[in-house]
T-cell receptor, first 114, second 114 residues
Framework: GQQVMQIPQYQHVQEGEDFTTYCNSS?????IQWYKQRPGGHPVFLIQ?????EVKKQKRLTFQFGEAKKNSSLHITATQTTDVGTYFC??????????????FGKGTKLSVIP | DAGVTQSPTHLIKTRGQQVTLRCSPK?????VSWYQQALGQGPQFIFQ???????QRGNFPDRFSGHQFPNYSSELNVNALLLGDSALYLC?????????????FGPGTRLLVL
């Protein structure tokens, strides 16, 4: 079945440093979504990338979708303590009969040291 | 406008018992997906309901079943509970199954099987 690998599993950064998490799929994706989950919370949708090579920015967050639509990255510039949480990528593939399936990576847990 | 709601928030069961979890989708959403999130893992897709039918299913045994009602709310049933079923169960709703819609997650139900 389709697999989505995400690295690193954990990342500890000093406040103000940059952070990047990478996502790789075993198959070509229809689109990829990114979610943030705070400790004790539920995943919250951040963004969706659809086009090959697409780059989107949200303030200090930059999201990229690879040319082959099999990998993606999330980069945070100058981390803040409010960025703490686990970041998940989720790749969407067509599973037939007009249905799409979303497969999550295991996430990257970000800790920010003040 | 209420978001996705789930009940109960927490649940403790013993092995072999059966459990029913409930989800009300966000207003205007007709598609409900269920996910299992084990501790330290990403959400794993269980199944999706649309028009009161199971449209697609992840790699979960038949002990996991569901239902969608005419008002789009949904239930997840798990029979013959195992210790490994302990997890956060997330419900996500979306407006349709086109493959490009955003999913909104509920707060989840934390199930502990003793």
């Amino acid at each position: 079945g389709q697999q989505v690998m995400q690295i690193p599993q954990y990342q500890h950064v000093q406040e103000g440093e940059d952070f990047t998490t990478y996502c790789n799929s075993s198959t070509t994706l229809s689109n990829i979504q990114w979610y943030k989950q705070r400790p004790g919370g539920h995943p919250v949708f951040l963004i969706q990338l659809v086009k090959s090579g697409e780059v989107k920015k949200q303030k200090r967050l930059t999201f990229q979708f690879g040319e082959a639509k099999k990998n993606s990255s999330l980069h945070i510039t100058a981390t803040q303590t409010t960025d703490v949480g686990t970041y998940f990528c989720a790749g969407r593939t067509y599973s037939g009969a007009g249905s799409y399936q979303l497969t999550f990576g295991k996430g990257t847990k970000l800790s920010v040291i003040p | 406008d209420a978001g996705v709601t789930q009940s109960p928030t927490h649940l403790i069961k013993t092995r072999g018992q059966q459990v029913t979890l409930r989800c009300s989708p966000k207003s205007g959403h007709d598609t409900v997906s269920w996910y299992q999130q084990a501790l330290g893992q990403g959400p794993q897709f269980i199944f999706q309901y649309y028009e009161e039918e199971e449209r697609q299913r992840g790699n979960f045994p038949d002990r996991f079943s569901g239902h969608q009602f005419p008002n789009y709310s949904s239930e997840l049933n798990v029979n013959a509970l195992l210790l490994g079923d302990s997890a956060l169960y997330l419900c996500a709703s979306s407006p349709g199954t086109s493959g490009s819609e955003t999913q909104y997650f509920g707060p989840g139900t934390r199930l502990l099987v003793l």
